[in-house]
Antibody, heavy 120, light 111 residues
Framework: EVQLVESGGGLVQPGGSLRLSCVAS????????MHWVRQAPGKGLDWVSY????????YYADSVKGRFTISRDNAQNSLFLQMNSLRAEDTAVYYC?????????????WGQGTMVTVSS | QSALTQPASVSGSPGQSITISCTGT?????????VSWYQQHPGKAPKLMIY???NRPSGVSNRFSGSKSGNTASLTISGLQAEDESDYYC???????????FGGGTKLTVL
């Protein structure tokens, strides 16, 4: 079964750091570009970051640029999001998502999400 | 404010058809055939319903269809069923240093 499982969320104080992980199974992770997408409570989807299969191309949303770092370990089938200088507005469910198998600009497989709460 | 504009809500009765619009610009929706649509039930992860404007992934009902005209893309659901009640989001690729953008989402109510 094709699956993505996120972990690493939790409660953190403003200005703190957190590292999210996403483990892939059921497909050849190293062949796929990956994304992080977040959703604040009661709000819509918000694209966060992208990394291609070889980590040679990376993009960030303006709201997280300079604070978040996306990375991956193809040997461990894992995607990461290092989040520093966290703000209250970063509070959200964070999803990892796979580039579409056919529609390369879509997100075809999503994890269940991990909740990040930034609060004092 | 989301980069792509969707109506906040739409509604329809069982068996009817509804259309959800997604309006962008010539730099995103109008410039590329890379619009996708997602269904999200409460507390669940989004599910891909349409990719590349009008293509359905395997397993998605043919009651779901997509189209585009100019800077506006549309998702049409025909033969509405109670299980279609959900939030729907559009997304588009764009020529930008932030290449992906979502719409604000539309809540579909089946009356």
């Amino acid at each position: 079964e094709v699956q993505l499982v996120e972990s690493g969320g939790g409660l953190v104080q403003p200005g703190g750091s957190l590292r999210l992980s996403c483990v892939a199974s059921g497909f050849t992770f190293s062949n796929y570009n990956m994304h992080w997408v977040r959703q604040a409570p009661g709000k819509g989807l918000d694209w966060v970051s992208y990394i291609n299969s070889r980590s040679s191309t990376i993009y960030y949303a303006d709201s997280v640029k300079g604070r978040f770092t996306i990375s991956r370990d193809n040997a461990q089938n894992s995607l990461f999001l290092q989040m520093n200088s966290l703000r209250a507005e970063d509070t959200a469910v964070y999803y990892c998502a796979r580039r579409g198998d056919i529609g390369w600009y879509a997100f075809d497989i999503w994890g269940q999400g991990t909740m990040v709460t930034v609060s004092s | 404010q989301s980069a792509l504009t969707q109506p906040a809500s739409v509604s329809g009765s069982p068996g009817q058809s509804i259309t959800i619009s997604c309006t962008g610009t010539s730099s995103d929706v109008g410039g590329y055939n890379y619009v996708s649509w997602y269904q999200q039930h409460p507390g669940k992860a989004p599910k891909l319903m349409i990719y590349d404007v009008s293509n359905r992934p395997s397993g998605v009902s043919n009651r779901f269809s997509g189209s585009k005209s100019g800077n506006t893309a549309s998702l049409t659901i025909s033969g509405l069923q109670a299980e279609d009640e959900s939030d729907y989001y559009c997304s588009s690729y764009r020529d930008s240093s932030t290449p992906w953008v979502f719409g604000g989402g539309t809540k579909l109510t089946v009356l």
